[in-house]
């Protein structure tokens, strides 16, 4: 089909620039789209022509389209215009070119029509959820995020998978519900929170979870320790940073994708691995100084492959790995104006590395003979590679060499490291050298209290079904000390409910007697052993002659953390009430305390309030190795209520303390009064589902977590974070009494 | 006692084969001229059995071999009193026999006896060289030929499992280790009767394992391991297979750990 005057009447626009271009954009759709995909495409043009925003649509639309339809289909054509005129109607209508302009990124990227119809619901949703919402008027204004997160777009799907671009966006969706500066930031890419979801939702093999593996590879086989840095390359666009190694260790990518001929990427973490460590045990310094630029790559070049081929005679699976990683340069024609240095290089390279190169560059073949002939002959130095190398530039110096226009292509040999450490100067160099810049740190603010730094600890988000990780910071404090005389005090009032629980007390103690068997000599015959014994002596065997038994006590090995809910709501009075709940509790605590101590099991009292994620503070009040004694009761004695309930991380911190107990029980009791919530939580759902969660976590890690609630309407929420495992105590007068009497009930 | 009883049986009559590592022969020669009680140290599996066997084949002596347990009383060691039809009879135990005839007795793994068991060998293993069977109400004087050898492997120390120091103190000792590559590669090749080059390869394997010890890894992959896979190399199976069947899996149950020494397997043979 040609170019015929009939088609052109077919788009009837009056743009100018759009027909100035539409002969060439025909042309091309005819070559990739069937006639019934091309009339598909000039209506679509039209159509959006007619939206009457402006010509650049149509231009994007023209130039994109045919490429995309090509690809996954001519049907995607109609898909796009009919979500084109959907988008028309809403005030997001300016990003319409933009959107366009992510299609070809997409198809490229998502390959498939299904994948490429969700992405289209993607950006669908991003636009709805964030464009602002003015109460019954619905979407007014245009969403300020969506233009943002269009030009993200294309670098996103080069490093995340469709579902890891669906997290990413929910995570900016559900993060800045309230503050559409920060997220605008964040679909821009700019703020920290963006990048870290990002790099958490990237496609391959992250270094920080393998970081253990490559410990002990380093270990194993190089017989070496050195801290693994990992840099990110997703950011640095300008200048991609090569692996090296300094004195702080071995600075390494983050992330690595499994290449397309099958290497892993923990793999290509081990060849980089491999290298590096090579150079450390083969390679000594030399000076710098007296080489040209070239040379010195040349050189290195040599020393990288004969710190490789050492490698390989102990380990000749790496030669393998290597081979695989490392690009194999065509022979290519040489054009004039262009440097091939890089190019010569790698192929040399590639020539000492695999035998089976088949270049046939006359002085590739004849330094590759060299190289192989003087390994052979073993006990090599890194001066002999500096002899090759320096050899090697004069004898393969082209005119072009010194071009500014380098031949890149296929040159780069990812697994190996920068060879800073090969080098030394007599001078300092002017050579830029890429290091990781350290992080700023936040001025410490003077004059708070020194504490210990945070412990951070991740946080359940139920709409998105995964943790955020390192999300709350919690403070350890010990709690401050008053008067413990007013704890002594509270005990003496209640030393009636004292006399009954002590009677439960003698009975629980532990007296349970427990038989031990096989014993040579013990108080009672143990019969069963005993007739084995005689059977096996009638029958001719030789009898076991331990047919005694003894008895000895069995130790109660119980662990119990008490963790209270010091919230500000503690400091109500209830209905019907002459004392505050936190007086109350307090009470509850001290008897609590002194029957625990009386019962002799390893206790702890740990209490927490929290000002948002940023400040979760856990305060210690009895330790599992302190006595139930004065200082202890100081510390109960000032016990305050502030703040809000954060539950998750208070739970795990104190199952963390729980955890390392030796004890074959280990009980958490939580007092609280509420359900879990703090300011910046809009959801109410949310930390209870967190605290869900948390309880869970703590059941695998042994701990029964027990929950004891003051508030009458907890049924609603208690029994979603705790199950089975939690009693309402209404009658908040009786706390005093019910807290040591659950305690020792469930400990029966 | 048994009258029927030959300690002849003991003997050992072919050549163990033990590929010296430096002196301890001549060490051992030493510590049997003089009857010293000996005290074997070292890892699982590189060679401490194999030496004493050796020896007492070289010195031409019965070898009695207990393997210790938990369960372990002191009858099992000294004997005990047997009923019969006509009334009781005593049967010695390994220890007694041994002192009785002049034979090497040998504890294996002493730490796994308790400790109050092991304190039946003390009268055995100073100037006194007596056993008192005090059941029987005899006093056995050792031959002259006796010897006590001990072995134990301080890897796995634990707060419940050590000698008593005054057991300890009543031994010379003498300390094992796997052999040097050179040294282990000529054992592997000669144990399973395969080539220098495959042994080579199994030991650089061990390395790897030995390196990891204490950092996931409570021992390193001993000798007879390495013989263990090399003998499956010889019988036609893969390289790679054997040692992973030979020399990972029963080590470890770390999936990291195991990856890592499974990668060195993959690094060390190409097919």
Redesign the interface.
């Known amino acids: 089909m040609t170019v015929t005057a009939e088609t052109r009447r077919k788009l009837s626009c009056n743009f100018a620039r759009v027909q100035s271009v539409f002969d060439d954009c025909l042309a091309h759709a005819q070559m990739k789209l069937s006639d019934s995909g091309v009339s598909a495409y000039i209506e679509g043009a039209e159509t959006i022509c007619k939206m009457g925003r402006g010509e650049e649509p149509v231009l994007v639309f023209l130039e994109e389209m045919p490429l995309i339809a090509s690809q996954i289909g001519e049907d995607v054509i109609a898909e796009v215009l009919e979500f084109t005129r959907k988008m028309a109607r809403t005030p997001n209508s300016k990003a319409i070119p933009a959107f366009l302009q992510t299609l070809t990124a997409a198809a490229r990227h998502l390959e498939s029509r299904q994948m490429f119809s969700e992405y289209l619901q993607l950006v669908w949703q991003t636009m709805e959820q964030t464009s602002p919402i003015v109460q019954g008027m619905g979407t007014v204004y245009a969403s300020e995020c969506l233009p943002g997160f269009l030009n993200s777009v294309p670098f996103l799907l080069s490093q995340l998978s469709l579902g890891g671009l669906k997290n990413w966006v929910t995570y900016g969706v559900k993060g800045h519900p309230n503050d559409p500066d920060r997220q605008r930031d964040y679909f821009m890419l700019q703020s920290a929170d963006s990048r870290a979801v990002l790099q958490r939702e990237r496609h391959g093999t992250l270094m920080t979870d393998h970081q253990?593996?490559l410990?002990?590879?380093l270990?194993?086989?190089w017989?070496q320790e050195a801290m693994l840095v990992p840099y990110s390359l997703a950011f640095d666009h300008l200048r991609k940073p090569i692996p090296y190694l300094d004195d702080n260790g071995i600075h390494l990518p983050d992330v690595y994708d499994d290449t397309p001929n099958g290497i892993l990427g923990?793999?290509r973490y081990?060849a980089l691995l491999?290298h590096v460590s090579a150079h450390q045990r083969w390679t000594t310094p030399i000076m710098a100084d007296n080489f040209s630029p070239f040379q010195r790559l040349s050189i290195e070049v040599f020393e990288d492959a004969r710190v490789e081929w050492l490698a390989m005679r102990?380990?000749?699976?790496?030669?393998?790995?290597w081979r695989a990683l490392h690009p194999v340069p065509q022979q290519v024609e040489h054009e004039e104006g262009t440097s091939y240095i890089r190019h010569r290089l790698t192929m040399l390279s590639r020539a000492l590395l695999d035998p089976e190169h088949g270049y046939t560059h006359p002085t590739i073949l004849k330094f590759a003979a060299q190289f192989h002939s003087l390994m052979a002959a073993g006990s090599t130095t890194t001066n002999a590679m500096v002899d090759l190398g320096v050899h090697f530039i004069s004898e393969s110096r082209h005119p072009g060499d010194s071009s500014a226009h380098v031949y890149f292509d296929g040159t780069e040999i990812d697994y190996r490291d920068d060879n800073r450490l090969m080098w030394r100067f007599f001078e300092d160099g002017d050579e830029e050298v890429y290091e990781e810049r350290p992080r700023k740190t936040m001025p410490e603010d003077e004059d708070e209290e020194p504490r210990m730094p945070p412990r951070l600890y991740p946080e359940w988000d139920y709409m998105t079904q995964h943790y955020n990780p390192d999300w709350v910071s919690l403070y350890e404090h010990l709690h401050p000390s008053g008067d413990a005389a007013y704890i002594d005090q509270l005990l003496a009032k209640h030393s009636d409910l004292a006399k009954k629980l002590k009677k439960i007390i003698d009975l629980l103690k532990p007296q349970q007697k427990v038989r031990v068997r096989?014993q040579?000599e013990g108080s009672e015959l143990d019969l069963d052993i005993a007739l084995r014994s005689l059977i096996d002596?009638k029958s001719g065997a030789?009898?076991d002659?331990?047919i005694n038994m003894s008895h000895k006590n069995d130790g109660r090995s119980i662990a119990v953390s008490l963790l209270l809910d010091l919230s500000a709501s503690l400091g109500d009075v209830p209905e019907g009430c002459t004392q505050s709940k936190l007086e109350l509790s307090q009470e509850g605590v001290s008897l609590m305390a002194w029957a625990v101590e009386q019962m002799g099991d390893s206790f702890a009292i740990g209490g927490f309030h929290s000002d948002t994620r940023h400040e979760v503070r856990y305060f210690h009040f009895k330790g599992y190795s302190e006595r139930w004694g004065d200082e202890v009761k100081a510390r109960l004695a000032t016990m305050s209520a502030a703040f809000s309930t954060r539950m998750g991380a208070a739970l795990r911190h104190a199952g963390h303390y729980l955890s390392h107990r030796q004890a074959d029980k280990k009980l958490l009791l939580v007092l609280t009064d509420g359900e879990p919530a703090d300011i910046d939580s809009k959801d109410p759902r949310h930390l209870i589902e967190d605290a869900r969660i948390a309880v869970r976590e703590l059941e695998q890690l042994g701990i029964y977590t027990y929950c004891i609630n003051l508030d009458p309407k907890a049924d609603a929420y208690v029994a979603n974070i705790f199950g089975k495992r939690y009693t309402v105590i209404d009658n908040i007068q009786r706390l005093p009494e019910r807290l040591p009497q659950l305690f020792m009930a469930l400990t029966k | 006692m048994n009258p029927s009883f030959d300690i002849k049986q003991y003997l050992i009559k072919n050549e163990p084969y033990y590929q010296a590592q430096t002196n301890e022969v001549v060490l051992y020669e030493a510590a049997y001229a003089a009857r010293l009680p000996l005290m074997l140290k070292g890892p699982t599996g590189c060679g401490k059995s194999r030496f004493v066997e050796h020896m007492a084949w070289k010195l031409g002596k019965p070898l009695i071999t207990v393997a210790c347990n938990e369960d372990m009383t002191a009858s099992d060691l000294v004997g005990r009193y047997l009923l019969d039809a006509n009334g009781t009879r005593w049967l010695d135990g390994p220890l007694t026999l041994a002192a009785r005839h002049g034979a090497i007795c040998y504890l294996d793994e002493v730490v796994e006896a308790r400790q109050d068991t092991t304190v039946v060998i003390h009268p055995l293993t100073d100037h006194r060289r007596t056993l008192p069977l005090d059941k029987k109400g005899e006093l056995v004087a050792a031959h002259p030929d006796f010897q006590l050898v001990i072995s134990y492997n301080p890897g796995y120390q634990s707060l419940m499992k050590d000698l008593k120091q005054s057991t300890k103190q009543r031994f010379a000792a003498m300390e094992f280790d796997y052999p040097t590559a050179d040294l282990e590669t000529a054992i592997v090749s000669k144990e399973a009767g395969t080539d220098a080059e495959t042994a080579a390869r199994l030991v650089k394997i061990a390395e790897v394992a030995r390196n990891l010890k204490g950092h996931g890894l409570d021992e390193g992959i001993s000798t007879r391991l390495l013989v263990y896979a090399a003998t499956l190399i010889k019988r036609g199976i893969a390289a790679p297979d054997a040692c992973r069947m030979a020399l990972v899996r029963p080590i470890t149950d770390d999936a990291d750990i195991r990856d890592t020494l499974d990668h060195a397997i993959d690094a060390v043979f190409v097919e």
Do not use: V
């Open positions: 253990h593996k410990d002990l590879y270990r194993g086989l017989d923990i793999n081990r491999a102990e380990y000749p699976g790496l030669g393998k790995l096989y040579e002596f030789q009898p002659p331990r």
